[in-house]
Structure formats: structure tokens, C-alpha cells
């Protein structure tokens, strides 16, 4: 059974660009959230989604952005990247969170020059 | 707002030796906690999850407890190996409403040298 995957692995990208990061959750998962990791921060909550709609979202400034599709895979979206949003973002996907906890992608490495 | 602690932060032991974890959360309000292990540059792996009805869940070497009312869990390793080397994070999620975040503490990381 595939787990969580994330592509790509390893992003470089300048200041002021954008980023695309994907996640297609195991098979049959509906619920997919984000977290940025930093050594400062540690995780942090970015959204999360369920059936294609935004259930919660972090204390992230609007430059963060996500969606679902009908078929559970998704995206996060970085707008006018700033030195600071280098981190590790990782995707957890879930069957039923109230019962069975998250699973989590091995996440894309996102650096910022 | 819900705080997770984890200490020690690092925890270096020689293999062998039996050793916990711990993690204290600010609000006992939580629907269920699960602890994770990270190994470096790695995403999570996901190493058992308590529901807050639970007081305690097991895997092979590995038993975690929660006392949800006093806001601690605790994970026990037992005859710790070097393949236990990693760090330990532990995560809650808070009931009510449409809480679906998990809150994370800053991690403990563990060293056991052969």
C-alpha cells in the first residue's frame, strides 16, 4: 500500500518567486493537511482539508495558499517567498482523524536564497 | 491555546537501557495524542496513537501512557537499541468544535549508543 507522497523532494528557489508543493494522500484518504518545520519553530499547523473544502487553517499570512481535488491529492501554493519560508513541508493524510491519527509524507525541502 | 512540552529536549543512553519520554500538554480538553519518531531530514512515522478515552497503548518494545487529566503522556522504550537513535515528538489534537490540527511539541532528541 503506497504511503504519502510528496514531490518534489527538494525545491531551491529565489525571493519573490512562488512555489507549488504536492501531496497525494494513501488511497482512500479524504483529509490532507500541511505543516511547515523549521529548527526555530519547530511544526507548525499550516491548513487542512476535507472532500476539497478548507476545515482549518494556521496562523500563516495570506502568501500560503492550498486546495484539494475531487480525487484527495493536493497542493500548497508559496506566493513572493522570503527567506524565511525555508523549511521542511510536510503532508499528513488521514482515513478518519477522530480514530485514526494522521500519516505523514516525508515531506518537500524548501530553500529560499 | 494549547502548549505541548517535551522533556528532555536530548537524552543520550547506552544500548540496552530502558528509558521515557515525556510530553505535558496546557489543555486536557484533547481528542486523542500520538507520538511520532523523525529521523534526520525524514518526514514522521507515526508510532502510536491514544485515544483520550485510553490510558495507555502498546507496540512491540514501545508503550505510551496518557493522563489526560493532568495533561502527560509518556513513552516507554524498553532495551533500547542504536535503531532507536531519532528524534520523538508528540502531538495532540484538541476536541471540540472542527478541530483538525495537531499541535506538536518541539521533539526529544535520543541518541543510544552501542
Known amino acids: 500500500k503506497a504511503g504519502v507522497t510528496q514531490t518534489p523532494r527538494y525545491l531551491i528557489k529565489t525571493r519573490g518567486q512562488q512555489v507549488t508543493l504536492s501531496c497525494s494522500p494513501i488511497s482512500g484518504h479524504r483529509s490532507v493537511s500541511w505543516y511547515q518545520q523549521t529548527p526555530g519553530q519547530g511544526l507548525q499547523f499550516l491548513f487542512e482539508y476535507f472532500s476539497e473544502t478548507q476545515r482549518n487553517k494556521g496562523n500563516f499570512p495570506g502568501r500560503f495558499s492550498g486546495r484539494q481535488f475531487s480525487n484527495s491529492r493536493s497542493e500548497m501554493n508559496v506566493s513572493t517567498l522570503e527567506l524565511g519560508d525555508s523549511a521542511l513541508y510536510l503532508c499528513?493524510?488521514?482515513?478518519?482523524?477522530?480514530?485514526?491519527?494522521?500519516?505523514f509524507g516525508s515531506g518537500t525541502r524548501l530553500t529560499v536564497v | 491555546k494549547q502548549e505541548v512540552t517535551q522533556i528532555p529536549a536530548a537524552l543520550s543512553v547506552p544500548e540496552g537501557e530502558n528509558l521515557v519520554l515525556n510530553c505535558s500538554f496546557t489543555d486536557s480538553a484533547i481528542y486523542n495524542l500520538q507520538w511520532f519518531r523523525q529521523d534526520p531530514g525524514k518526514g514522521l512515522t507515526s508510532l502510536l496513537l491514544i485515544q483520550s478515552s485510553q490510558r495507555e497503548q502498546t507496540s512491540g518494545r514501545l508503550n505510551a501512557s496518557l493522563d489526560k487529566s493532568s495533561g502527560r503522556s509518556t513513552l516507554y522504550i524498553a532495551a533500547s537499541q542504536p535503531g532507536d537513535s531519532a528524534t520523538y515528538l508528540c502531538a495532540v489534537r484538541n476536541s471540540g468544535g472542527s478541530n483538525y490540527k495537531l499541535t506538536f511539541g518541539k521533539g526529544t532528541l535520543l541518541t543510544v549508543n552501542p
Open positions: 499528513a493524510s488521514s482515513f478518519l482523524p477522530d480514530f485514526y491519527g494522521y500519516t
